[in-house]
């Protein structure tokens, strides 16, 4: 059984006090009664403070993370010290870090070797730009980026990993896949990871939804058997909205 997770990506957002503020009314707010995984990904300016709060139900991970363990690599941060302020996830490949910052899979793939090794989570994001939906390439372009993602990581760490599908398209936009669309995705995505490794690996890895996720929506994706929870953008910046989609998912 694959317990679904929901995480908010926080980006770009909150100080270290409004950091602890949000995790204080999230961990509140939710009391320890959720049969789903929730993590919050804030900056890494504030993942020493969210540890410190010694929170229960809510887990913290971070945004990206470095491509090397230690080192001359200035301006960058490793596993081991995501491990250090106690970091369970990673988001890793988020299509912001692949256009913006030139992320490629082969990096994602370093990346998510070395959290592993760390204990850490990763989550791996893949998804097609409106081009690409638009001339039927979406499964290819998905498809591709998992395998690259996934290469040479052995069956045992594979089933660590989470998988989010977000469509490029849907991020910040207020549009959203519908949750057919996500779903044929997603299905699709576990039968490559069942060709990739073995059918029970497949069906224990959990795939998310993301884009444009908000409490009055986020059902649409949960009816899916194969979506197993979302990742969450500027819904998870207010505890009210980020609360809502744990409750209603
Ligand atoms: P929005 O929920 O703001 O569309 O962002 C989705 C996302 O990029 C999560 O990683």
Redesign the pocket.
Known sequence: MRTPIIAG?WKLNKTVPEAVELCRQLEALLDGAVDREVVVCPSFTALSAVQALGLVTVKHGAQNMAAYESGAYTGEVSAAMLRDVGCQYV?LG?SERRELFGETDEAVNTKARLALRSDIKPII?VGETLEQRRSGETEDVVLGQLTRDFDGIDVEDAARIVV?Y?PIW???TGETASGEDANTVISAIRRKLAVLYDADTAASIRIQY????KPNNIREFMEYPDIDGA?????SLRADDFVGIVQCS
């Open positions: 990506n988001i988020h994001c989010a977000e849907a991020i910040g993301g884009g444009s996720v990742l969450v953008g500027g819904a």
